[in-house]
């Protein structure tokens, strides 16, 4: 089995930044493309940015392109979500993804393991 732990979600305020980590550990899976999805309350599980094994491919919904980075350290087994310029409708919780890889996916049904997810709320 494979573990996600999310961390570094909060509660901030319009314009303010965040960075989200998640750590996997257990079985190694083959070049694991990693993801981070997010889901509002009452709405179903968006996806929101993705990078594959080697990290230089990655992809963004349209709604966080330019405002969200995502990046990885494959020396920790960790992918990062640094978000900036955060709005009110970017309250979600977010949840961390995997899958072997080597290339990045953005549907949800593409992976395999998924974290508890972590709660961002973004006041106005």
């Known amino acids: 089995q494979v573990q996600l732990e999310e961390s570094g979600g909060g509660l901030v305020q319009a314009g303010d930044s965040l960075r989200l980590s998640c750590a996997a550990s257990?079985?190694?899976?083959?070049?694991?493309?990693m993801a981070w999805f997010r889901q509002a309350a009452g709405k179903e599980r968006d996806f929101v940015a993705a990078?594959?094994?080697?990290?230089?491919?990655?992809d963004y919904s349209e709604s966080v392109k330019g405002r969200f980075t995502i990046s990885r350290d494959n020396t920790k087994n960790t992918v990062y979500l640094q978000m900036n310029s955060l709005k009110p409708e970017d309250t979600a919780v977010y949840y961390c993804?995997?899958?072997?890889?080597?290339?990045?996916?953005?549907?949800?049904?593409?992976?395999?393991?998924w974290g508890q997810g972590t709660q961002v709320t973004v006041s106005s």
């Open positions: 993804a995997i899958t072997p890889g080597p290339y990045l996916r953005i549907s949800v049904h593409e992976y395999d393991y």
């Open positions: 990078i594959n094994w080697s990290g230089s491919d990655t």
């Open positions: 257990g079985r190694a899976l083959s070049s694991p493309a």
